[in-house]
């Protein structure tokens, strides 16, 4: 769920980005990405609470913390990915890399290369196989 939700985050932004170019008057919305994002991922987390009460509520908080920032770093491969790809197929001249790409001109607080994006998603991955093989045990 988490994936997909990432990629069609990425995939709308493109198309609003590309309807809505970023200007001096043009309002950052990251702010608001955020917290839609931290809306769509405190249940994931929150089921991971509940999943195993059993082994006391001061150690689930570590899994739960764990899985949330897996979540968050495998976030920005398939988000960026797609919206570098999906602008990329609107205009050709922009992000001549698609997936692989990095913006010059975001307006987000980071913005991380291919590379960077890719490692972020091996340890993001780690994490959250982590908590999975610790609750299923």
């Not at 009460?53 to 570590?62: A, D, L, R």
């Amino acid at each position: 769920m988490w994936c997909l939700f990432a990629s069609l985050d990425g995939f709308i932004q493109a198309y609003y980005y590309d309807l809505y170019p970023i200007t001096k008057q043009h309002r950052n919305l990251h702010p608001f990405f955020t917290i839609v994002r931290a809306i769509v991922a405190a249940p994931m987390c929150y089921e991971v609470l509940m999943i195993s009460p059993e082994q006391g509520w001061s150690f689930v908080w570590i899994p739960a913390a764990m899985f949330g920032l897996g979540l968050i770093m495998t976030f920005s491969f398939l988000h960026n990915g797609f919206y570098y790809m999906t602008r990329n197929k609107l205009q050709p001249s922009l992000y001549p890399k698609g997936f692989m790409d990095k913006s010059t001109s975001s307006t987000a607080l980071m913005d991380l290369s291919f590379k960077l994006r890719t490692s972020l998603l091996i340890i993001g991955l780690a994490f959250i196989y982590g908590v999975i093989l610790q609750i299923v045990e």
